[in-house]
Every structure is written in C-alpha cells, then in structure tokens.
C-alpha cells in the first residue's frame, strides 16, 4: 500500500501541533506557577541571531496551513503575528488546526505533481507537491516544532521526549 500526501502531510501536522500546544500549556502553567513573566519564555532564543518563541511558533503554524493549503490547490489564509502569550500562541495553534482539518483527503491526494512557487531567500522557487512536502515543508515545520520544545527545556520547562513526540497510535 502506498501512503498518500494527505497522509504525509496533515496528520504529521496535526499530531505535531497537537504536542506543540500541550508543551505551551505546560510552559504557561509553569510560569505562572513560579511567578515568571510570560514574556521571558516568549522572547528567549537559543542564539542571538536565532526567532524568538514566538515567532518560532508562528513561523510551525504558518507552513502548516500554508504547505496543506498548497497541496490542497488553495490559498492560505492570513494569521497576522500579533501574540503576546502562551495563550494567544495555543489559539493561534487552535486556528491552524482547524483550517487545517477543514481539507478534504481528494483535495491533497494526487499533489505530488503539483507545481508549487515560493520565495526562497527572496527568489521564487518552484517545487512538485512531493518535493516541496518532503525536501522542504516537513524539514522547515520540524526545525520550528523542535527550536520551541529546546527554548522551552533550555529555560527550566520538565518535559522530555515524550512531550515532543505525543501520544504514539499502534496499528
């Protein structure tokens, strides 16, 4: 059985959205507990020339709908980045989640094809559906999900691997 670029792509999105917004409601829940501003959590970086928290957040989001958009042949709507908070964050994650699940599999399937454009470091780039899935959009989404889970842990957050990685589905 082949798998299909509905199921490479918003399933993973999902799943990976779904630990994203856990890890955040942990990160709000410590902070508050400890009497810790939001605002050092949301601005920390890992090196001084590296996106804050936040923008790391927005940036997951945005090739989440943004990548299951394109597959789908549509337009991706417009977040503004305007967070301020964990939980302006979560509902941002919420919005993402269900645009997403609003694509139908016969919308993605048969992608792999597709021609897809996007600015690369200011000049267009033209993917196939597969390639841009793949080579690019997973690899680009993955880096963001695992920069916020190592900001959050790096800045005292006790979550682990299982934390990132979600509940596990055995067939």
């Given at each position: 059985m082949t798998i299909s670029?509905?199921?490479a792509s918003v399933p993973v999105f999902l799943k990976m959205?779904?630990?994203?917004?856990?890890?955040?409601?942990?990160?709000?829940?410590?902070a508050q507990g400890r009497k810790i501003e939001e605002a050092v959590f949301l601005m920390a970086r890992l090196a001084?020339?590296?996106?804050?928290?936040t923008k790391q957040v927005q940036i997951a989001t945005d090739f989440t709908k943004g990548t299951a958009a394109r597959l789908a042949g549509v337009e991706p709507p417009a977040f503004e980045d305007n967070e301020t908070s964990f939980a302006a964050l979560v509902a941002r994650i919420d919005r993402t989640i269900a645009y997403v699940q609003t694509l139908q599999p016969d919308q993605i399937d048969g992608s792999e094809d597709r021609r897809i454009t996007r600015p690369i470091r200011g000049e267009p780039r033209t993917f196939t559906g597969l390639s841009y899935l793949l080579s690019y959009a997973l690899p680009n989404f993955y880096f963001h999900v695992t920069t916020t889970y190592?900001?959050?842990?790096e800045n005292g957050l006790n979550i682990g691997k299982n934390d990132f990685i979600g509940t596990l589905e055995f067939v």
């Open positions: 670029m509905f199921q959205l779904g630990s994203m917004r856990s890890i955040l409601e942990k990160a709000a829940a410590h001084p020339d590296m996106l804050p928290l190592a900001l959050l842990r």
